[in-house]
Each structure stands twice: as C-alpha cells, then as structure tokens.
C-alpha cells in the first residue's frame, strides 16, 4: 500500500507540523505524480460525499412522498377503482404493450403511468457491446441505484450534451426518483433532438402524467396527439391512452 | 424526553443528540429531522413560487447543511433548531431563484469545489484543481460501486465526516486504526483499479 495516502491523510488532518507541510505543499508543485495522488485523494472523497449525500436525498424522497403523496385523487364518476382491479388480474403487461383496450371506462392518466413505468421501465436493457459508462450506468439503473446512475448519465452529459441515450436514461431515472422537473428538462431537450425514433415527446406525456399538477394532464393529452399525429415512437401506446381518458 | 426508536418525532435536543450518534440511532435522528420540518416545503411553495421538487430539494440540502453543522460544531444552541433551520432554508430557496433567474444552472458540477482544496497553499491548489478537472468522474464512480460493499460504506461514512473510532462502532471494527488501514487500503485499491482502466 503506498505510503503517500497515509501522509496525504495527515496534512488534511493537521497533524503535520508548519514545516512539514510546508514541505508538502512544495512536494506537490515539484512532483507531479505526488500531485495526482493529492488530486486523487480529494475527488474520492468529494465522490464518496456526493453519493453519501445521494443516498440520503433518496431516503427523504421516500419519507416525504410517503407523507405527502403528489397524486391527485381519482377524477369524480369514474370507474377507476373497479377496473384497476380488473387491469392486474388480466395480464397488465401484454395490455400495455399491445396498447390492447380491455378497459371499458375510462383510466385516470396518472394510473395509466403508474402502469407502464412499473411494466417498463423497472430495467433497461444492457447490450451486449463493450462495457462502457451507459452500461455502468445502466447496471446502476437496474440495482436500483438510481442516485448513482444518475450521477453516471449526468456525467455523459456534461461531457457531451449530444449523447441522446444519455440524456433519455437521465430522464428515466429522473421520473423514477420523483424529480418531475429534472425529468421534463431531459425530455423536453430530448424531443428537439433530431432522432430516427425520439421518444422524447412521449416520455414527456408520461412525467407530466404522473406528475399530476393542475394543467399537466391537458398538456398531457395534447402531446400524446402529437405523438400520435407525428408518428412518434410508441404511438399506438399514446394512441391507446387518448382512447381511454 | 429519551431517545426512542419507537418514537419517530423527537424533541429538538433529542434530535441534536441523536445527530452526534452513529448508527440507526443517528439515521433516525436525521429522519426525525427532515420530518419535524417538512411543512417548510410548502411554505417554499407558497413564499417563493418554487415548485414541489425545487421547495424539495431546497429543504433537503436545508437538512444536509443543518446534520453537517451540527456534527462540526457550528451549530452552538443559541437559537431554537427551528429558527436557525428556516433561516437556512430561506437562504437555499433565495439562492435556488436567483440560480433560476440568472440560468446559471447546469446539469451536473464536474466536482464541486472542495474545502480540503483550500487547505492548500495557492501554487499547490492551482496544481491540484487543474488535476482534478481531469480526473473521469464517472470511472472513478464505476471503479468505487465495484469496489466491494464495506470498503463503499466505509469510503462513504469517512466523506461524511465521521471520524475512524465511529466508523469502527458503525462497520464492527476493532479499532480506530484498523478502520484507517482498511480505509487506505480500499482507496490504494480504488486508484489502481481506476489507473488500470484509464491507461
């Protein structure tokens, strides 16, 4: 084990005299691999506390919403209740999917992304191209590390902006931390991304679904139509949707 | 009154106390905590215009401050928790508009500045920060996730501040020193996993 951690420890501890970190400090503008050790000290340490405090973020996430709920109650008159029962006993997942309408009445739009979140977008999938930052990231997502996938895809970004999986992983991850607003940013820059199938508009649809504030679901629905005339990815989802609300 | 885990919402000496432990005992001062306060979120809502996350995010960094001031010593008693926790959080709120107003906000700070930076004298710091703007966070990120759970708890517990005694009640060690050669150990193997993948 090198010794220089050890000593690294020290001067940011204070427990060195005046003279020995004068010493250190001069060490580091005379050594530039000592430096980098020096450097590598305190990204670790400013990496550590960033996931530190990630993962209590998440835990206060969960306390909050558990207290303060941001659904909305069922819409008056509908059917929801009865049907919902109805949707998990009659296979929720090939109904989702094939955008097949079982229901007869109509769903509430924060239900129905409820639904497809749980059906799918519990993992992503890996490929099975080199490992590289996405599939860490990926892998994270999938633990349900959402603190530290995020962090992951963030970092992409940052790097380049154009890295449009990224920024719909980002997005995801958002919308599965309750971070309705992180979330919308990601999709809205996602749709005016040139793609050959942008899933942006549609992810849109879905937070502000799940969101639920005053307005969203209008927004909702009109996007939904967008996607729908647009042709956009997942269409005959959104088209089935529209169907229902 | 005595801390309890049964009790979930403590008094604010209980809580004090609470956040100067280790263990469940200091999570469930933390919690206890962040929900004695929480209708500071709608007043962020209400006082401010801010959104549900923004108030959100604004409280929770409120109550991140607040556990790492208490644990330093900055916080001395002389107000009510109360007070000095709205006051913070007032300020978090007024810098979250002023960041919106201005559009400064990006999507992720490569690093933050760190105050271990400004330990160093300016030549040294100058050095050590161009260093640190190159070091790929998010391989640094991989590398510590693979790192193994106890070495990541422990990397964890030391960068929030606790010393290597507490560590050694938290993770079951001996000692403060074999807390401090573990920990080493675990960094020394983090730097040459993420050096092995860099090259």
Aim: a negative charge; aromatic letters at 8%.
């Amino acid at each position: 084990m090198s010794d220089n951690l050890s000593y690294i420890e020290d001067y940011f501890n204070k427990s060195l005299s005046p003279e020995e970190t004068r010493l250190f400090e001069e060490r580091i503008t005379a050594e530039p691999a000592f430096a980098e050790e020096v450097s590598f000290y305190i990204s670790t340490r400013n990496l550590a506390k960033q996931q530190s405090v990630a993962e209590k973020k998440a835990r206060f996430r969960a306390l909050y919403d558990a207290s303060e709920p941001a659904k909305v109650v069922e819409m008056p008159g509908s059917k929801t209740r009865t049907w919902r029962l109805v949707a998990i006993a009659a296979s929720i997942i090939s109904i989702v999917v094939l955008g097949v309408v079982f229901f007869k009445s109509d769903r509430h739009p924060n239900e129905l992304a409820d639904e497809y979140i749980k059906e799918n977008l519990e993992e992503i999938s890996p490929s099975m191209s080199v490992q590289d930052s996405l599939e860490a990231g990926k892998q994270l997502y999938n633990k349900k590390d959402y603190a530290g996938a995020l962090i992951i895809f963030e970092s992409i970004l940052n790097r380049d902006h154009r890295q449009s999986r990224a920024r719909e992983y980002a997005g995801i991850v958002s919308l599965q931390m309750n971070n309705y607003d992180k979330a919308l940013s990601h999709f809205s820059e996602l749709e005016e991304t040139r793609l050959e199938s942008n899933p942006g508009k549609f992810y849109h649809a879905l937070t502000l679904m799940k969101r639920d504030q005053p307005g969203d679901n209008e927004l909702a629905k009109k996007l939904l139509q967008e996607v729908v005339d647009q042709h956009l990815w997942n269409e005959d989802v959104a088209a089935a949707w529209l169907k229902k609300w | 009154m005595a801390l309890s885990e049964s009790n979930p919402q403590l008094t604010e000496d209980a809580i004090v106390e609470g956040l100067r432990q280790t263990g469940t005992i200091r999570i469930k001062a933390e919690e206890s905590l962040f929900k004695t306060f929480d209708y500071f979120i709608k007043e962020g809502i209400r006082n401010h215009s801010l959104t549900r996350e923004e108030s959100f995010d604004a409280y929770s960094d409120t109550v991140l401050s607040a556990i790492d001031k208490i644990n330093d010593g900055t916080f001395e008693g002389r107000s009510s928790l109360k007070t000095w926790i709205y006051r913070i959080f007032q300020n978090k709120c007024v810098d979250l508009l002023r960041k919106k107003s201005t559009n400064k906000q990006s999507i992720h700070q490569t690093q933050e500045i760190s105050g271990l930076l400004y330990m160093l004298s300016d030549n040294a710091r100058t050095i050590v920060q161009k260093m640190m703007e190159n070091t790929d966070m998010e391989l640094l990120m991989k590398r510590l996730q693979q790192l193994g759970e106890q070495c990541k708890k422990m990397l964890l517990a030391w960068a929030d501040g606790l010393p290597d005694r507490e560590i050694a009640t938290l993770l079951e060690y001996k000692t403060a020193d074999v807390v401090k050669t573990s920990r080493l150990r675990c960094m020394e193997k983090l730097r040459q996993q993420y050096k092995d993948h860099k090259s």
